[in-house]
Every structure is written in C-alpha cells, then in structure tokens.
C-alpha cells in the first residue's frame, strides 16, 4: 500500500515523538552528569556550567576503585553466563523443536515459570548455601545464578526460531553423508545464527542489569557488578548525594549495550522476524 503524504508525514511525527519520549530519560541522566555537585539541585534541565568531574571521579578519581573492577566484573560474568546460556540453550530448544518425546510441553512450560519466577525469594537460601560451599563473592557464584534468569528465556526463544526452519533440510544432508551432528552444526545452525544473536543479546542485557543477585550474593569487588556497585557511591561529603557520579556510571554502562545493538541490529531485526513468522 502506497502511503500518502499525509500519511507520511503524521507517521513520522510519531516516530519522533516515540524516538524524544524512549530517550529523553537516558538524556536527562547524561545532563546530570554533566553538572557540579553544586548543581544537580539547580532545577535546570542544562546543566549551567558543563564539567567532567562526575566522569574523571569514576574512570581515575575518588570512586576509580569501586567502579572500574564493577565493570570489568559486569562483562565478564555476563558474558560468560550468556555464552553458557546460548549453548545450552541452543541444543535444548533443537531438542524440544526436532524431537518428540513426553513431557516436552511441560519443559516450555517450566522454563516460561522459572523465567518469571521472583528472584528475591530465592536469594536468602541461596546466600546461604554459597557461603557453606565457598560460592560466595566469586564469579562463578553469580554466573550460575544468572543462568537461572537467561537460560529459560533463551530456550523458549530459540526453539520458536527452531521451528521455523525446514526440516527436509536437515534430512537431505543426512541424505548426503552427513552425520546427525554434522547435519547440525553445518545445516541449521548457520539458518539459526539470527535467532542465536537475538536470543544472546536478549540474555546479555538480562545478566547485565541484574541488581537482587550482585548486591546479595558479594561483598567486595571481587565479584560485585557495576548494578550493584552503583548502590556503595558516596558524595565528597556525609550530607551530598553521589548523584552525578551514578548518572556518570548509568552512561558509561549504557554504550557496551548501545554498541552492541548497532554492531548486530542487522542480525536483531532478522532474528526477530524470522521468529515471528510461521512456517
């Protein structure tokens, strides 16, 4: 359908009003940065005087100790949990989409509930049995937390995209001299590399934001995350508030996302078509 002018315009009026209305809280919070201590109760929403001391103060100031080992702990332990996710994920979801066994509903059913599942009821428990195991304030003491949070979402997610590829392809390659795994790993994987970007973002994004987890399950920066290191910020003094260098903080731990989003956004788009179409 050819859209009229008219159309076209009013369309993009509202792009632009959806585009000024999802980031102008991510613009707010890089205005606050940008003010002096002095400032951020100015009620401007421009900062008067821009500065980069809430930034100098995270990267190589008072607050460098507590940030910097936060965001190298933040990337490592999501990506790590996202990579285990998308593994396990992916040969579970090809599992429930080829196979046909008992109780395959009841596995997607179980992992849509342990997705939605609050986190906070299970954290105390969980305190505790790290600390008599020794789990307690290390990496692997919240990466397999954090697979409890990805890998349900990334099996539902990637058997939708399973489903959608054909299956005579998978049998023509046997057909070929292929081996079941061959078949696999040559045939349908490389026809399920969007749906495997998509669902490892989406996993990503969900370790990366996790706060119940990093702020019950450490105690040092160890292991502790940038959510959960955010919450240790203090003023140069007893009665000033961190507010700029935690809107500091929330920027900076905001670009590994965007990057990402626009390194695959390509791969995001395709992936998320491709689910969403039925075959």
Same mark, same amino acid.
């Given at each position: 359908m050819r859209l009229t002018t008219r159309q076209k315009v009013a369309w993009t009026i509202i792009a632009v009003l959806v585009v000024v209305y999802a980031l102008f809280p991510v613009l707010s919070i890089f205005m606050t940065s940008l003010k002096a201590s /002095?400032?951020? &109760? /100015?009620?401007?929403? =421009?900062?008067?005087?821009?500065?980069?001391? &809430?930034y100098t103060q995270i990267l190589v100031g008072s607050a460098q100790s507590l940030f910097l080992p936060a965001l190298r702990? +933040?990337?490592?332990? +999501? =990506?790590?949990?996202?990579?285990?996710? $998308?593994? =396990?994920a992916t040969f579970c979801a090809y599992a429930i989409a080829r196979l046909d066994f008992p109780g395959k509903r009841i596995i997607l059913t179980t992992a849509l509930g342990v997705s939605i599942?609050? $986190? #906070? +009821? #299970? $954290?105390?428990p969980l305190f505790n049995l790290w600390r008599n195991i020794g789990l307690y304030d290390t990496w692997p003491g919240l990466i397999i937390p954090y697979l409890s949070l990805t890998l349900p979402i990334s099996i539902w997610t990637l058997s939708a995209f399973f489903r959608q590829i054909p299956w005579e392809l998978e049998q023509a390659a046997q057909v070929d001299g292929a081996t079941p795994w061959q078949a696999f790993r040559k045939a349908i994987v490389p026809l399920a590399a969007p749906g495997v970007f998509t669902t490892a973002l989406i996993a990503f994004f969900i370790a990366w934001n996790d706060f119940v987890y990093g702020i019950s399950l450490t105690s040092t920066s160890a292991a502790r995350p940038v959510p959960a290191a955010l919450a240790f910020f203090t003023g140069a003094s007893y009665f000033e508030e961190p507010?700029?260098? #935690? +809107?500091?903080? /929330?920027?900076?731990v905001t670009i590994p996302v965007v990057i990402l989003v626009v390194l695959f956004q390509r791969q995001i788009v395709s992936g998320l078509t491709q689910g969403a179409v039925k075959g």
């Amino acid at each position: 359908m050819r859209l009229t002018t008219r159309q076209k315009v009013a369309w993009t009026i509202i792009a632009v009003l959806v585009v000024v209305y999802a980031l102008f809280p991510v613009l707010s919070i890089f205005m606050t940065s940008l003010k002096a201590s /002095s400032e951020i &109760n /100015s009620g401007t929403f =421009l900062p008067p005087h821009p500065t980069w001391e &809430n930034y100098t103060q995270i990267l190589v100031g008072s607050a460098q100790s507590l940030f910097l080992p936060a965001l190298r702990n +933040s990337i490592g332990i +999501s =990506l790590i949990a996202t990579a285990i996710a $998308v593994v =396990l994920a992916t040969f579970c979801a090809y599992a429930i989409a080829r196979l046909d066994f008992p109780g395959k509903r009841i596995i997607l059913t179980t992992a849509l509930g342990v997705s939605i599942f609050p $986190v #906070i +009821s #299970i $954290v105390t428990p969980l305190f505790n049995l790290w600390r008599n195991i020794g789990l307690y304030d290390t990496w692997p003491g919240l990466i397999i937390p954090y697979l409890s949070l990805t890998l349900p979402i990334s099996i539902w997610t990637l058997s939708a995209f399973f489903r959608q590829i054909p299956w005579e392809l998978e049998q023509a390659a046997q057909v070929d001299g292929a081996t079941p795994w061959q078949a696999f790993r040559k045939a349908i994987v490389p026809l399920a590399a969007p749906g495997v970007f998509t669902t490892a973002l989406i996993a990503f994004f969900i370790a990366w934001n996790d706060f119940v987890y990093g702020i019950s399950l450490t105690s040092t920066s160890a292991a502790r995350p940038v959510p959960a290191a955010l919450a240790f910020f203090t003023g140069a003094s007893y009665f000033e508030e961190p507010t700029g260098a #935690i +809107s500091a903080a /929330s920027i900076i731990v905001t670009i590994p996302v965007v990057i990402l989003v626009v390194l695959f956004q390509r791969q995001i788009v395709s992936g998320l078509t491709q689910g969403a179409v039925k075959g």
